[in-house]
Structure formats: structure tokens, C-alpha cells
């Protein structure tokens, strides 16, 4: 594997390797390219990446900490664990780097109308967010299932003045607002500019997300080798569609001595139609926009997932997650649901946070791995959002 290569990915056509490209109706096209276009000037304007920079520390709170857990690294008794807090930022997730990134896109491509997706409500949260700052109408497109289980993120939503819309098909999860959201993006393109929330989907999107979250990686990298003098042994994140991990894994990619696992959802363990995890008899597809590892029968329909976490259950991952994990770079395991509501509570006894579900599935590795490790190495987890969204769905289940 070449470095400068890898890091140069995507390659003109969107692809990482064999995975990524653009299968999208030809209606799509031309928005996706002007996109495109944009994004590249975009990086290139000083002025964009001030204004970016300045939203960031001011409006959402970056830097945000790198902070030493020292109760969970005594209880644990190897790695010397530390935690990259996303948790901190404005509206409780990291999804909001990316929301801010490309709406500030949005407005250079002349565009008045905001359309999103949403699983756990953290994206639609976040663009109801950006859109509110910047004056944009906002819709937001939320399975109806998940709109019953994440409660307090919908009323967020409407109070900062979106309009969610409940989408009943299928499952009625994020597959399905996903689906509608395309089918908005097509009728209104003209006007309307889709935030996708994860580094999913059609090219451009997984490299522009992957970009807007690079600052996790690229913060953490600077704060561990203040703090430690030197770079970690092991990253961990939790993976859904895997933006956190991606933006958080990147900048450490060609560090050849930093190991690095991304952690999918293992349901109720892995049993078909009960778990999201895409590396865990998954196969090769193509699904909204994109082709990658995904959870598909053998006639290539679909199949149901399950997570307790609503941001984790998806039934394909990130282009760019199913090329590194070929090339051996990243590793990828699972936490079941169990053991996340088991890092849920941990965490939250032990140092005092309360981490979303969806981060709870990178504590359970955390738990699994860290007592093994030399005490004199160094573990970082991305702690990708907090819990507060899912305080009454955990009490349900724990405190029952
Ligand atoms: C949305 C979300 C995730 C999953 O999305 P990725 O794109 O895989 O990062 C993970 N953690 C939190 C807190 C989320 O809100």
C-alpha cells in the first residue's frame, strides 16, 4: 500500500480502490459535480477556511479536549486511556463539523433550502442547527421508528425550526430517510442543497465529510504529542456509517506504528436481521449512491438491522471503511448491544460521562482490549457524542 497513494484517495472517479463511485439517477449528476466543483474552490479560499475556522471555535467549541481518564484506566489496569471529548460540542456530537462545513458550502452554491437525513436526530439536530445560524429553511427526514426512540432530539429539531418529516417505509429508520431525502433532492435541486450526515453515499460526500471531520484527528494528534511526546498505539471508534472514525482515524493513517479499530454494531449478536455490523457477513453492494461492504441476502435485497444505538443501525458503512479495512490498515470489530449499555453505564459510574449508545460500542472495546495492553501504552477512544438524547431509552432498559 502506497502512503502518499492512500491519502490522495478518492481518485478522480470517487473511488477508494473498488469501492465509493457515483450511482445516482441522472437527474443527481450535475448537482453532485457542481458539489464537487465547489468544494475544491472552497478549500482553496482563505477566506472560507477563516470563516470555517471561526464557527468552529466560537459557534461549536473546538478545540474540544483531550482528556486523560484515569479512574477507567486504573479500573482497567493496562493502556493508559485517554478519550477525545466530541461529546463537548455545541448540540452533544461531532456531527455538527460537518454541518457547519457544508452549509457554509450550501450558501456559496447560492442555495436557500436545507434537506437532511437523520437515524439517532444527532445530524438532523446539528443541521437544524446550521441552518437556523444561517437563515436557511430546513428539512429534516427521520424514520418514524426512530422518531419514537430519540423523543427529545424531534423537539429539538422543531424548536430550532426545522421541519421533520416521519417516514413510515420499511423499517422506518435511517435506510428509509435516506431514500426520501434523495427523492426531495431530486424534485428540488434547484433550490436545495442535501447535508448528507455521515461519510456515506454518492461521491463526493464520503471525501467532503471525511474532510470536515478531519479537525478531530488532526486536534488529537497535536494534543497527544503535547501531552505525551508521543503518538498513540491504539484508536478507537465506534462505526456507523463512520464519519467520527474516519475524520478521527485519518491524519494518523500513513503512522504505521498507530493501530487503529473501528467498532461496528453487534446487536443482539450476530445472527442475520439482528445486527448492523456490515464486516460481519456482509457482502459487496450498492446502496444509495455508493458501492461498499453491506448487509444483503443472496438476491441482493437488503437486510433488516438492528442496534440499540439509532445512529449505528445501518445496513452499509462508509466506502472508504470497506477499502482500509481490505488493505489491513484498520481493523474492525463489534460490540454487541449488551456490552454497549455495559460501557454506557461504566463510563458513566466511573468517570462521570454520559456517552451517547452509539459511542458506548467504542467504550465496550475499550473495556475488552485496554486490560491486555502494556501499562505503558497509549489507547485513545473517540468519544463521538454524548448521552443525553439517550438517558430515557438507557433507563428503560437498565433501570427498570
Ligand atoms: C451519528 C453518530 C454516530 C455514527 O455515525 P458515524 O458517521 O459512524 O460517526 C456515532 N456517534 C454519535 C454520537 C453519533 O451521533
Not at 281 to 289: N, Y
Not at 323 to 350: M, P
Request: net charge negative; aromatic share 8%; with cysteine.
Amino acid at each position: 500500500m502506497s502512503n502518499s497513494a492512500t491519502i490522495n484517495l478518492p481518485d478522480a472517479s470517487g473511488h477508494f480502490g473498488p469501492y465509493g463511485g457515483m450511482f445516482v439517477p441522472e437527474t443527481l449528476m450535475t448537482a453532485l459535480q457542481d458539489l464537487e466543483r465547489e468544494y475544491h474552490s472552497a478549500r482553496k479560499d482563505s477566506e472560507f477556511r477563516k470563516e470555517l475556522g471561526g464557527l468552529l471555535a466560537d459557534f461549536c467549541g473546538r478545540p474540544t479536549a483531550l482528556y486523560f481518564a484515569e479512574r477507567l484506566t486504573e479500573k482497567l489496569g493496562g493502556a493508559k486511556i485517554y478519550l477525545k471529548r466530541e461529546d463537548l460540542l455545541h448540540t452533544g456530537a461531532h456531527k455538527i463539523n460537518n454541518a457547519i462545513g457544508q452549509i457554509l458550502l450550501a450558501r456559496r452554491m447560492g442555495k436557500t433550502r436545507i434537506i437532511a437525513e437523520t437515524g439517532a436526530g444527532q445530524h438532523g439536530v446539528a443541521t437544524a442547527t446550521a441552518a437556523a445560524r444561517f437563515g436557511f429553511e430546513c428539512t429534516i427526514y427521520m424514520g418514524a421508528v426512530d422518531m419514537e426512540r430519540q423523543a427529545l432530539n424531534v423537539a429539538r429539531m422543531r424548536f430550532l425550526g426545522a421541519k421533520v418529516v416521519g417516514v413510515t417505509a420499511g423499517q422506518a429508520t435511517l435506510k428509509e430517510a435516506i431514500n426520501e431525502a434523495m427523492r426531495d433532492w431530486v424534485t428540488n435541486v434547484r433550490n436545495t442543497h442535501y447535508i448528507l450526515g455521515s461519510a456515506l453515499g454518492s461521491h463526493p460526500y464520503p471525501m467532503i465529510v471525511r474532510d470536515f471531520h478531519r479537525v478531530i484527528g488532526d486536534e488529537t494528534r497535536r494534543q497527544i504529542l503535547q501531552r505525551e511526546e508521543r503518538l498513540p498505539d491504539l484508536l478507537v471508534a465506534c462505526v456507523g456509517g463512520g464519519s467520527n472514525a474516519i475524520g478521527f482515524f485519518h491524519p494518523f493513517i500513513n503512522d504505521e506504528s498507530v493501530k487503529m479499530t473501528g467498532v461496528e454494531a453487534g446487536g443482539d449478536g450476530i445472527v442475520r436481521g439482528r445486527h448492523a455490523a456490515r464486516f460481519q457477513g456482509g457482502k459487496l453492494g450498492v446502496l444509495q449512491g455508493t458501492k461498499t461492504w453491506l448487509l444483503a441476502d443472496a438476491d441482493g435485497q437488503i437486510e433488516l438491522t438492528h442496534s440499540v444505538s439509532a445512529g449505528l443501525d445501518y445496513a452499509a458503512i462508509g466506502p472508504e471503511h470497506s477499502y482500509y479495512r481490505d488493505s489491513g490498515r484498520i481493523d474492525y470489530d463489534y460490540a454487541t448491544d449488551d456490552e454497549a449499555l455495559a460501557g454506557f453505564r461504566t463510563l458513566s459510574e466511573i468517570e462521570g460521562i454520559i456517552p451517547a449508545l452509539e459511542t458506548a460500542h467504542a467504550i465496550a472495546h475499550v473495556i475488552k482490549v485496554a486490560p491486555a495492553m502494556a501499562k505503558d501504552s497509549l489507547l485513545i477512544a473517540n468519544l463521538s457524542g454524548r448521552g443525553d438524547k439517550d438517558v430515557s431509552q438507557a433507563a428503560e432498559i437498565l433501570l427498570a
